[in-house]
């Protein structure tokens, strides 16, 4: 299995993680497990999610999917071979969020007794906190890292802008700094990502894990229509690309798997883990047949012209 450094932190990770935003929401603990057991069977070994995942979902308290990551650690005993990211900073409650030094220190303790370890590999500011000063914040993460709880830090949804400034505030300061950011892109949501954040990501080596790989389920070819969607948990999420662009990108992805042999799914990864930048695509699944497919993807090689179908039915113009 190929491995790609995470950035400059000396860690490497097979180039497909797995989200973990599905497990106590979409997928119960038995099924989490199976699927957990599978994806790194396969030889993968990162694995991504959240404190806050799945807070939103009824009869869900926030965590739900670090507890279920946690008890499948202990089981397994795999926690040596496991490249392990979670985040900080969204809204677990009213009063827990944000990116205070106080809620940081004390969110990491909380998220260490779910997963059942002393540490983690990479802890993510989930989103930005404008209202708490990039220092507090990254004094934070320094004194993490200096107690061994934490290997690295990456940030996800944060402008360029606010990236750049943080960056510099490390700098200055001498504080850890982010080595990973976690955009979304895909291929249907592209421009924001390609404008922005890859020459960032390029300059300042920064290791890219793209989330929403499939666009929410979109990207499989499983939602064509608003009929599709009917009764879906996935309705808010899907139905804003289903317009004429969307329909091209399905098209064109129909059009290269079965010139592949492959899945719409297959060649959207495919796609996404060759593009420049992108370190490892974040990717879900609810059952082994969804996930045999995100595996499948790795060995698939698009040719020029594939890539080339899928990025003039992508392009916006």
Known sequence: MERRPLGTTGINIAPLMFGGNVFGWTADEQTSFRLLDAFT?????AIDTADTYTVRVPGNTGGDSERIIGKWLRHSGKRD???LATKVGGVFSETKRGLRKPYILQSIEDSLTRLQTDYVDL???????????????????????KAGKVRAIGTSNMSPDRIEASLAVSREKGFPAYQTIQPEYNLYDRATFERD????AASRNLGVLPYFALASGFLTGKYRSGADLAGSSRTKYVGKYLNPRGYRILDALDSVAARVNATPAMVSIAWLMARPTVTAPIASATNLTQLQQLI??????????????????????
């Open 123 to 145: 802890y993510q500011s989930h989103y930005d906190d404008p209202q708490t000063p990039i220092g507090e914040t990254m004094d934070a993460y320094a004194e993490l890292i």
């Open 296 to 317: 499948g993807a790795v060995q698939l090689r698009l040719s020029e012209e594939d890539t080339r179908q899928l990025d003039v039915a992508s392009s916006e113009g």
């Open 81 to 83: 071979k496991i490249v």
């Open 41 to 45: 069977d396969a030889g993968f070994n």
């Open 197 to 200: 954040y890859a020459p960032l």
